[in-house]
Structures are given as structure tokens and as C-alpha cells.
């Protein structure tokens, strides 16, 4: 299957040795947006924690070799679907940021996993709780 | 940019009227995977939270009149990347799901706000805090 993605943008840094979990991470970038999408991010802001959407463009081609694999610093293999690993049957990954700035096309961001020049694809509100998200009258009333 | 996707397996539910949001969702359905990615799952335990990533494959098709839009019962537009509409840039979805049953190829899930008969592209563990992910020794002892 095929599908056809268009970057919304790239992650750079200037941060050499990126840390291995946005969990883990005070590491800063900058997300540049491609100019078309500056009022797609109009409502995100400052102090927000976004989820990013991000291609994972210099791993390794996933084989059914790594369907298990060692967790860093780990002597016992995990299923892909149980570990953080770049390497997985589509190279598709995603962090938790911290917006630290919004000036036009650029978002500065905090708690960065993603290697400089990485392709943004897709960027949520990060919904912690029940009723983050714009939700219906009656699921209102019920909270 | 075309991406080689692969779907790693297919949710399937017989709720009719799938709720808004997985924050607000007690839907349940089933996530059959491919025989190919069985291992890959097999550290996923019930009780435990995922990150389920997957295509809006019935969306239509994303255009800049979609930069904005109006959420759900709401009367202001806002930027796509601020809130949960399946019609996105690229048409990537992204929930958490509560695992409720495990049994060889079939993942039963609690949350669901995706449609029957879904590509699931992705499944990774949901870290709420730091360090739920396996960490370095030294990222341990800074805790």
C-alpha cells in the first residue's frame, strides 16, 4: 500500500547527541513549517504540549528479524510493538513536545527524541485527560 | 512523497456509532493482526495502555479550505493541528487504547473512536511519565 505523504515540516536542532525518549528529553528545535500550514497551527500555544507526527527517515529497513529487539541497555529482547525502537514495520514515530515559542512558520520546542532535519508529518493536541478535546454538550454534562 | 505502508493488522468492532474521541470512548473492538507481526506483540499485556496509529482511509481528501476548521459542536474555526478531525494533511490517526484480551492474532481494546475495518499501522507503549520506557542506568539514577 502506497500512501502519499507530504511533510508538514522538519524538525531541526542544533542538540548533537539526542536523547533516546522525549520522556527523558530537555532537548530544543525548532519545527520549521512549510508556509502553506501557518494557519493549521494559528490555535496551538505557547506552554501547550503537542503530539508530532514524524517519519522515521534513516532507519534501517524493518525485516522479521526485528520483530523482537533489545531495549537500550537491556539483556532481554521485546516485541516492537512493546518498545520505543526507530526500527518498526513502518517507520513512524511520535513525541510529546513542549511549545516554548510560535513566530510564524517556526515552533520552538522542547523534550525533542527526533534527529535534526527529521520530516514532520502530523501535529494533534495532546489530550492527557478525559474532555481535553472540544467534546458534545451531553458528553459535557455527564463529566 | 509516497510512503511504502504496510498495515500491521485491521480494528474491527460492531459498535455502530463510534464516539468522537478515545478520551471519551468505552467502545470496544478487536485488533486482528497479521500472522507476520504476532511476536512483535507478544510483550503487550492486558490491562495495559497502547498508542495505536492508523490510517483515516475513508477521509476525504485534505485541501487548504481544511486549514480551519469547526470542531465538533462548536461555533469558531480552528487550526487542524489543534484539534481531532479526521481530515488532516496526511491521514493519520493516532489513540489510546486500553488492552482487554489477548489471544494469538486478536487484541480486544476498550476506547475505540476508530471505524470498523481501520489499517492499524503502528502500535507502541503509552508513556504517561517518564521513564515508563526501559531507560539507560544513568537516566535511572538522575530519578
Not at 542544533?14 to 494557519?39: C, M, N, T
Not at 496551538?44 to 503530539?51: F, H, L, M, T
Not at 539483556?75 to 514495520?89: D, E, L, Q, T, W
Not at 510529546?96 to 520530516?119: A, C, M, Y
Amino acid at each position: 500500500m502506497k500512501l502519499e505523504i507530504n511533510p508538514i515540516g522538519f524538525l531541526f536542532t542544533e542538540v548533537k547527541k539526542i536523547p533516546r525518549h522525549w520522556s527523558v528529553s530537555d532537548a530544543e528545535g525548532v519545527i520549521h513549517l512549510e508556509k502553506e500550514f501557518v494557519e493549521a497551527a494559528g490555535d496551538i500555544e505557547v506552554g501547550q504540549d503537542i503530539v508530532v507526527i514524524f517519519l522515521f527517515d534513516r532507519s534501517r529497513r524493518f525485516t522479521k528479524d526485528d520483530l523482537l529487539q533489545f531495549p537500550k541497555n537491556k539483556n532481554i529482547k521485546k516485541g516492537v510493538f512493546s518498545i520505543c525502537s526507530p526500527v518498526r514495520p513502518n517507520p513512524i514515530g511520535m513525541s510529546v513536545l513542549h511549545v516554548l515559542s510560535i513566530q510564524g512558520t517556526e515552533i520552538g520546542v522542547r523534550g525533542i527524541d527526533i534527529l535534526n532535519g527529521t520530516p514532520i508529518i502530523d501535529i494533534k493536541p495532546y489530550v492527557k485527560d478525559k474532555y481535553d478535546c472540544p467534546s458534545r454538550p451531553e458528553e459535557r454534562e455527564k463529566k
